[in-house]
């Protein structure tokens, strides 16, 4: 008797399991753990929590709260992540109802990460088991630091945007099984996955995995289903296109930038599909998701860190691929049907996440995007995959244990299943193996705690707070960004800011904008030009006061010191030189300015709800 192959209907065929009282006890358990954690990271040591540009969504949530300056849709940070205004206004109404203070602004984001790791609990649970799911929770807990940190720092990014990705997820593994594939199920999938890609384009990874694994389990749906998501995700889209009709749909500009045409301002390292690649593995996974900001730990740490990090996921991830492979492996004609449908179900839905990583690193290696440095800035890209990524290793464990579990229609039976092996089932795994399985999860998460203590102790910048540069001041780089090609536009919403000084800081940041546009290799005339257009001292003093700032910590701290600078031929000196030719005409127009004007844009605001910081100097002065 020929062994027989697997048919789509043996594929992902089984029901998902139910969520009963024990679950709800047990996310109740994780919710508070992981709240107690991040309320200890906050009261404990919450300077290491802040990130610059988070600064902006602090002035936004309380202009909101206070005087809004501007219609609703202008608070949006940039053209292509609409989540930055949903966080913005998830963390107005926090605070108001619990107060305006950083540790009621930070809340927000951990109630909002406190929904991510319930949607990844209830995920991991109905698709595999009670035991995946704590596991898959505990990791997200115990997250690296890179994925802990930006878990802490309001953007509305790529971070946030994991959450749609657990849901779509889940409602893709629910229509795989037949009797749920109904239209009002698929117009629900629509709309979630266009608020996805419109809270952040990198939530469409998830969507085009689960199409992948979709085609390959069922086939092309039919044109009433296709109907249904299309019409739901239009739905889902109605913010975005809100957005971008009136701004002739500038939110798709970075996705071309990003694939190297238009024109960007990134500096990104000229690298072949192979080097970033090969980063990836040596580099930017194992280092970057363990040391942000140089993260003082001691140098006979390092190496077993990483070692104790990397090495476990990316096993974890290399058997999963096996597995799901072994898909196409024929089946024992003496296996059980039974187990054969249970572990082909499963293994099938595995490999949504497993395609999910595929796609990341495949368009990581299309992209024009490089790490040139292991900053938290340069690494955002990577936190999705290493809150899914996990997943895996969770599978990993609980079938290496004995305890992977898939729970029947009937709510019976339990089915251990192999960690490899082939499909049909195999005896359980060897004690050694399970042993082996239990010490690599262990060492995994010690890294990511000890990395993260160590970092949260020590990184603790002086300068840094939410009203670091002053949000105002990064309010004016932002709408730099987002309006370069018409800075006429980003002034006109500057001057709709009633508060003297913070229109200055607004200019000010504009000019900090210019600034590294030039050093991107715009041209010096365009800065001149741009100042020239104020239309009053104060405009000109902050855009002059912006100018001279970005220019100095540009030569002292960025690219003159990073892997990009150093690697590309003269490109510290092109930089030096731009910088110093447009300090050459900043200065002294700094100088002439009256002392009154002079330090405008970086003085404190009074304006009700705002920190009082004391005046800055720009760098050098």
Not at 265 to 279: F, G, M, R, V, Y
Not at 288 to 314: C, K, N, R, Y
Request: aromatic share 10%; with cysteine.
């Amino acid at each position: 008797m020929s062994p027989a192959r697997l048919s789509r209907r043996d594929l992902a065929n089984r029901p998902l399991h139910r969520l009963d009282r024990r679950d709800a006890a047990l996310v109740a358990i994780l919710l508070m753990t992981f709240v107690a954690t991040r309320v200890l990271w906050l009261v404990t040591a919450m300077r290491s929590t802040f990130y610059w540009e988070e600064s902006y969504r602090w002035i936004a949530a309380n202009e909101l709260l206070h005087h809004p300056f501007h219609s609703l849709l202008v608070y949006q940070a940039d053209h292509y992540q609409g989540g930055t205004l949903a966080m913005i206004l998830l963390a107005t109404g926090v605070m108001k109802l619990f107060g305006q203070t950083p540790f009621v602004f930070k809340m927000a984001l951990v109630l909002y990460s406190g929904a991510t790791l319930t949607a990844l609990y209830i995920l991991v649970r109905k698709g595999f088991g009670r035991v995946e799911a704590i596991v898959a929770a505990v990791g997200y807990i115990a997250a690296p630091p890179l994925a802990a940190y930006w878990s802490i720092v309001i953007t509305g990014s790529h971070t946030e945007s994991v959450l749609f990705s657990m849901v779509t997820t889940l409602l893709v593994l629910r229509l795989l099984h037949d009797p749920a594939r109904t239209r009002g199920a698929w117009l629900v999938l629509g709309i979630v996955s266009g608020l996805g890609i419109w809270f952040c384009y990198t939530s469409a990874i998830t969507l085009a995995a689960c199409a992948m694994v979709w085609l390959l389990l069922r086939g092309v749906p039919g044109a009433g289903e296709l109907a249904a998501g299309a019409g739901g995700g239009l739905v889902g889209l109605l913010p975005w296109f809100a957005y971008n009709i009136p701004e002739r749909f500038a939110g798709l500009t970075r996705v071309v930038q990003i694939f190297g045409y238009g024109d960007s301002k990134d500096l990104w390292l000229p690298q072949s599909t192979a080097e970033k690649l090969w980063h990836v593995v040596t580099r930017d996974i194992p280092a970057g998701a363990t040391q942000l900001f140089d993260a003082h730990l001691p140098s006979w740490m390092i190496f077993p860190l990483e070692i104790a990090f990397a090495v476990p996921l990316f096993v974890a991830i290399s058997i999963s691929v096996v597995r799901v492979a072994m898909l196409a492996v024929p089946v024992h004609p003496r296996a059980d049907p039974a187990v054969v449908e249970i572990d082909a179900t499963l293994r099938a839905r595995e490999a949504v996440f497993v395609v999910y990583l595929a796609l990341f690193v495949a368009l990581i290696g299309a992209s024009s995007f490089t790490v040139d440095d292991l900053m938290p800035l340069s690494l955002r890209f990577y936190v999705p995959p290493l809150v899914l990524a996990p997943v895996l290793m969770a599978l990993s464990v609980a079938r290496a244990a004995g305890r992977g579990t898939v729970v029947s229609s009937a709510g019976a039976g339990e089915v251990a299943l192999p960690l490899l092996g082939r499909v049909g089932g195999a005896p359980a795994q060897p004690r050694l193996v399970a042993g082996a399985a239990m010490a690599a999860a262990l060492a995994y998460g010690a890294a990511c705690v000890v990395s993260l203590v160590v970092f949260a102790a020590g990184h603790a910048d002086s300068q840094a707070s939410l009203a670091s540069l002053g949000g105002y001041n990064v309010q004016g780089l932002l709408l730099h960004l987002k309006y370069e090609s018409d800075l006429t536009r980003a002034e006109r919403i500057a001057r709709e800011v009633g508060d003297r000084v913070a229109r200055s800081r607004i200019f000010a940041g504009i000019g900090w904008g210019v600034a590294t546009r030039v050093r991107a290799g715009g041209s010096f005339a365009s800065a001149r030009e741009a100042v020239e257009k104020g239309t009053s001292p104060e405009e000109r003093a902050g855009m002059i006061a912006g100018i001279t700032w970005g220019a100095r910590i540009i030569l002292k701290t960025n690219d003159a010191s990073s892997e990009a600078a150093r690697m590309v031929p003269g490109r510290i000196e092109a930089i030096r030189g731009r910088m110093t030719e447009l300090l050459s005409y900043a200065e002294p127009e700094l100088n002439r300015l009256p002392p009154s004007l002079r330090l405008l844009g970086f003085q404190r605001t009074t304006l009700p709800g705002y920190f009082e910081e004391p005046v800055t100097k720009p760098a050098g002065g």
